[in-house]
């Protein structure tokens, strides 16, 4: 009965118990004219091998637990949510994922620059390069300091010896110094004045003449005297000069001094 198939098999009792082929299971079944021979239990007990090395039974049972397995963990994976396999490659980063935080009204507020943060400082005023008025300049053997700039002067002289100006006469106030070791005369007609557009002026002498306080229409000075005088220039109404030329002779480079503060 060890080799017998597995089925129903009649009893002494008149029913039929199933035979899973390796042993008697407690399942019974009303009895059948079948032409099935009766067997009988102790058949079974007396059997050589035990069950569990009996190859008909083992392949079926092994089958069977590998397909209740298999279900088991089909069951649970359906349950459970899909973890991407390590490596696969996200489809949205962190960064795109989550949204930047906006700004709040009071930190948009403070990054607002204000009309007073945004405007721009005005430059500072930049002051001639070179020498100006009370600066002192040497040509030859003078020494020159211009102390001072007046335009707008219609004429020079008195109520009987004058002298008018074709636009307006400017006048610069100036002391020369001889710095040299012999006589040299100082001639106001040898002094230059340029305007802001370059163009040259030369010294107006017949105002020297008409003003007692000149000096330096015609003036020789010795070395280490000094003089104050007053050099005029005949220009436009509408010009301010910018510059004076300054020579100890008609014969010398001459120094520049700018007449802007």
Not at 100 to 122: D, E, F
Not at 200 to 206: G, L, P
Request: charged share 20%; proline share 8%.
């Amino acid at each position: 009965m060890t080799n017998s198939p597995a089925g129903w098999y009649p009893q002494a009792d008149g029913r039929q118990r199933y035979w899973d082929g390796a042993q008697w299971t407690e399942h019974f079944a009303p009895g059948t004219d079948a032409a099935t021979p009766a067997v009988e239990q102790s058949t079974f007990a007396t059997s050589g091998k035990p069950w569990f090395k009996k190859k008909r039974l083992m392949i079926p049972a092994g089958v069977v637990g590998v397909i209740i397995l298999g279900s088991a963990l089909g069951s649970a994976g359906g349950d459970e949510p899909t973890t991407p396999a390590v490596g696969s490659t996200s489809t949205s980063s962190p960064a795109e994922a989550s949204p930047a935080p906006s700004a709040s009204p009071a930190a948009a507020a403070t990054t607002s620059a204000s009309p007073a943060a945004t405007a721009k400082p005005k430059p500072a005023a930049t002051k001639p390069a070179g020498p100006r008025i009370g600066s002192k300049v040497r040509d030859g053997k003078f020494e020159f300091v211009v102390s001072k700039v007046t335009c707008g002067i219609k004429s020079v002289g008195n109520e009987y010896l004058n002298t008018k100006a074709q636009g307006q006469f400017c006048r610069l106030d100036v002391s020369i110094s001889n710095i040299g070791d012999e006589p040299q005369t100082m001639f106001a007609d040898n002094q230059i004045a340029y305007d802001s557009k370059g163009r040259k002026f030369s010294a107006d002498s017949e105002a020297s003449i008409y003003d007692d306080r000149s000096e330096v229409l015609l003036e020789e000075i010795n070395p280490g005297n000094t003089i104050k005088g007053r050099v005029y220039f005949d220009v436009p109404k509408n010009v301010k000069l910018a510059k004076v030329e300054l020579h100890d002779s008609a014969f010398s480079d001459g120094v520049d001094v700018a007449l802007t503060k």
